[in-house]
């Protein structure tokens, strides 16, 4: 307990008239001072020689206490602490009413029941270890950048609020696959692919692209196709109620198939139907109609034969002639009396050109801008390429320079130097045998006028 302020002056020395001591003075100092002594001052505390106990503090009373009770004088006007002075730990056992904003810069961990009467607002993340229950609207996200991941199991039903409103995906933004045991009601389907166990239709179907059976057909009614579509495995189309002639698709004794919707082993039969009746004349055996099982040409192999009408040599002369297309494999040797290359001009692009093996053997650029050259295409190792290569600087003299791939490999180890007057002339030659990885380059004309 502190020490209170008593008088120290009992004999009323200190009085008007009196001859005043200096004891009697520093007695009643030493009093004052013992009294507020930093350490050992009075504690206002109620008790007696102790002071009563300060109820109100601050410049203007602003802080009020009580025995239960610490408060502003005037409502919404004092801070607790500041942005830069902060309190360091709040423990409260009973309830914390905030009117306005609360802003949590650390963890805030709650153990009990909380109730926020107000907007939640919480701008890092967010992590509840129990069960979160929400009783009002949820709004997840504010933008589609924003995603929910749901880890959990969904245990209850997903309804949506109004009835053929909402869209579950949308065009582009796809679910990939649907797992469902029940019963799908789904009023309008279109469904790229589908894999069904068994399908039952009350009303009418429409499939517009191809329809996969690999079972049996059963209808009780018409079956209508509005465009052509092949079954892609052969197998039995059972009409009920058909006993006897032809099972039929529009109602009548046949089945009708156009030319151009018959299609065998992946190929389209062109033949037409006078074609195909001259096999109604044909006198051979199944023996010998069975030899051309065995045979691998492709239905346009066989239909050379469609235009022979003299000696097979002659039709076989005639097709020398004719332009081919793709690659000629011959593991003889080939003689010939003559040949032709062919000549490509290339130019460059954003300081790029390309020589594109596949396009030629013989090339020619003229420099508009100095460029990197670039080789593509040549044919798989073990298979040799070459081509010559033309360059030609422009009427202004620019002296353009280019450079050249790496793979190359130059005489001597060295890159040539290009002639840089109007209109120059140089020939490069290249050739490769390992898929381009190596170059062999060789200047075969320089300045050539």
């Not at 001072?33 to 350490?39: C, I, K, T, W």
């Not at 239709?201 to 690999?214: K, W, Y």
């Not at 074609?275 to 109609?289: F, P, S, Y």
């Amino acid at each position: 307990m502190g020490t209170g302020y008593v008088r120290n002056d009992t004999a009323n020395n200190i009085a008007n008239g009196n001859v005043i001591n200096a004891d009697d003075l520093d007695g009643e100092f030493n009093a004052v001072e013992a009294a507020f002594n930093s350490s050992s001052g009075h504690t206002h505390d109620g008790t007696t020689s102790e002071g009563a106990p300060i109820e109100v503090i601050g410049p203007s009373q602003d802080i009020v206490a009580t025995a239960s009770l610490l408060r502003p004088k005037t409502n919404n006007t004092v801070d607790l602490g500041t942005t830069s002075l902060k309190y360091k730990d709040l423990h409260m056992a009973g309830t914390a009413a905030i009117a306005t904003n609360a802003t949590v810069g650390g963890t805030l961990g709650v153990t009990g029941a909380t109730t926020l009467s107000n907007t939640l607002a919480v701008t890092g993340n967010q992590t509840n270890t129990g069960n979160l229950t929400v009783n009002g609207n949820t709004t997840l996200g504010n933008a589609a950048s924003n995603t929910v991941t749901v880890t959990a199991d969904v245990a209850s039903n997903l309804i949506p609020s109004a009835d053929d409103t909402y869209d579950l995906g949308a065009s582009g933004s796809e679910w990939k696959d649907a797992y469902i045991d029940g019963t799908a009601y789904i009023d309008t389907g279109s469904i790229d692919t589908a894999n069904v166990g068994t399908l039952a239709v009350s009303g009418n179907g429409t499939i517009t692209g191809d329809l996969t059976v690999n079972g049996s057909i059963t209808g009780s009614g018409s079956i209508v196709a509005t465009t052509a579509d092949a079954l892609t495995t052969a197998r039995t189309i059972t009409i009920a109620g058909v006993t006897s002639g032809a099972a039929n698709f529009d109602g009548s004794a046949n089945i009708t198939i156009t030319t151009s919707g018959l299609t065998l082993g992946g190929t389209a039969v062109t033949s037409t139907g006078a074609e195909l009746n001259i096999l109604d004349g044909v006198t051979a055996t199944t023996a010998e109609l069975n030899l051309l099982d065995g045979v691998t040409a492709s239905t346009t192999e066989i239909n050379y034969i469609d235009g022979v009408t003299s000696a097979i040599q002659t039709q076989l002369d005639a097709k020398v002639d004719e332009t081919h297309t793709g690659d000629v494999d011959i593991t003889g040797e080939l003689v010939v009396q003559s040949y032709n290359e062919t000549y490509q001009s290339v130019s460059s692009s954003s300081g790029t050109t390309t020589i594109n093996c596949e396009t030629g053997n013989v090339f020619a650029s003229t420099l508009s801008e100095n460029t990197t050259f670039t080789f593509t295409n040549p044919p798989a190792s073990g298979t040799a390429y070459g081509f010559s290569l033309k360059i030609v600087q422009d009427a202004s003299a620019s002296g353009y320079t280019l450079t050249w791939p790496t793979t190359i490999d130059w005489p001597d180890q060295t890159i040539p130097t290009l002639t840089s007057t109007a209109n120059a002339i140089d020939q490069f030659v290249f050739y490769t045998h390992d898929g381009g990885s190596n170059w062999y380059g060789f200047t075969s004309g320089k300045n050539l006028g």
